[in-house]
């Protein structure tokens, strides 16, 4: 995942859309792409899921596969976390919004989620 966290570092930052109400990402075209083929992987696991279960595959294996889908899901949401951290809710509390932290702790807690 390194190489992943450096180009979540090096992506070009709009610091203008960082907690306006228009709320937009900024993410790189290189690290857009990075999300989006992980995605598309996932998209493809979901689509395998299902057709386990419609060709009646022993359960164990269908939870294999959920659980290897639910970590590369984990993996972008990491990503687009710790992006958002050092971006984002860096830039508003360097501003004095310190209301960012409260929104950061819901955020947190949603990824938690189980």
Same mark, same amino acid.
């Given at each position: 995942?390194?190489k992943?966290?450096e180009?979540?570092n090096e992506s070009t930052?709009?610091h203008d859309?960082?907690?306006?109400s228009?709320r937009?990402?900024?993410?790189?075209e290189a690290?857009k792409?990075n999300?989006?083929?992980?995605l598309?992987?996932?998209?493809?696991?979901?689509?395998?899921?299902?057709g386990?279960i419609e060709r009646d595959?022993?359960?164990?294996?269908?939870? @294999?596969?959920?659980?290897?889908t639910?970590?590369a899901?984990? &993996?972008?949401?990491k990503l687009l +976390?710790?992006g958002? #951290?050092? @971006?984002c809710?860096?830039?508003?509390?360097e501003?004095?919004? &310190?209301?960012?932290l409260?929104? +950061?702790?819901l955020? #947190?807690g949603?990824?938690?989620?189980?």
């Amino acid at each position: 995942m390194g190489k992943e966290l450096e180009q979540v570092n090096e992506s070009t930052h709009n610091h203008d859309m960082c907690g306006t109400s228009e709320r937009k990402s900024h993410h790189s075209e290189a690290v857009k792409k990075n999300l989006t083929t992980r995605l598309n992987r996932i998209e493809g696991q979901i689509r395998g899921i299902k057709g386990l279960i419609e060709r009646d595959t022993y359960c164990d294996d269908v939870i @294999t596969q959920i659980a290897a889908t639910q970590s590369a899901l984990n &993996s972008v949401g990491k990503l687009l +976390l710790e992006g958002h #951290i050092k @971006t984002c809710v860096v830039d508003r509390i360097e501003e004095g919004d &310190s209301e960012v932290l409260d929104e +950061l702790i819901l955020t #947190i807690g949603k990824l938690m989620k189980k």
